[in-house]
T-cell receptor, first 113, second 116 residues
């Protein structure tokens, strides 16, 4: 498996609280991504990073922010969690390998009550 | 922006039989990559197979093969000799060669059930 670790694996939080999800990679890959998975929608891109301190928005970025201070770490923050942000969150990485595919972490199930 | 559509929310197949999962996509680009990912109940995302648009030959990985119809913008996955372990969500995904982020765009997924 590609070296990607997401934490926590599960989290329950209350509406209005801040939440930070963490993604750590050991592959030294340039690109990192945050996706959310919801039934019927597949995986949708929230934010991505193409280098340290270089990030950009994805399809569903409202209500989320990200930071990447080191190559290996990519943080996703929900400043004030809402029930619509209840989802499974996946981190993924990509390098300039021959597969051109993404390698995924095991996901974080977030429940906002 | 590209879109990926999987029109079959659920499919079922008898063990040892063959099943085909459908995927269509919309793009104006001529070069791109297409992928099928498998997500078992463990939630892990596993790459099953990939296809480069410039290759006319359909990709094959053991029991998994694709039918890539570029003009029709269709990319179906065929699973032969289905096994109980094939039961999972399957996602079709598109990757442009021209966007800066190299991200994937996913379809909504197809849940495959395998009957013993």
């Amino acid at each position: 498996d590609a070296g990607i670790t997401q934490s926590p694996r599960h989290k329950v939080t209350e509406t209005g609280t801040p939440v930070t999800l963490r993604c750590h990679q050991t592959e030294n890959h340039r690109y990192m991504y945050w996706y959310r998975q919801d039934p019927g929608h597949g995986l949708r891109l929230i934010h991505y990073s193409y280098g340290v301190k270089d990030t950009d928005k994805g399809e569903v970025s409202d209500g989320y922010s990200v930071s990447r201070s080191k190559t290996e770490d990519f943080l996703l923050t929900l400043e004030s969690a809402t029930s619509s942000q209840t989802s499974v969150y996946f981190c993924a990485i990509s390098g300039w390998d021959t597969e051109r595919s993404l390698h995924f972490g095991n996901g974080t199930r977030l429940t906002v009550t | 922006a590209q879109t990926v559509t999987q029109s079959q929310p659920e499919m079922s197949v008898q063990e040892a039989e063959t099943v085909t999962l459908s995927c269509t996509y919309d793009t104006s680009e001529s070069d791109y990559y297409l992928f099928w990912y498998k997500q078992p109940p463990s939630r892990q995302m596993i790459l099953v197979i990939r296809q480069e648009a410039y290759k006319q030959q359909n990709a094959t990985e053991n029991r998994f093969s694709v039918n890539f119809q570029k003009a029709a913008k269709s990319f179906s996955l065929k699973i032969s000799d289905s096994q109980l372990g094939d039961a999972a969500m399957y996602f079709c995904a598109y990757r442009s060669l021209y966007n800066a982020g190299n991200m994937l765009t996913f379809g909504g997924g197809t849940r495959l059930m395998v009957k013993p």
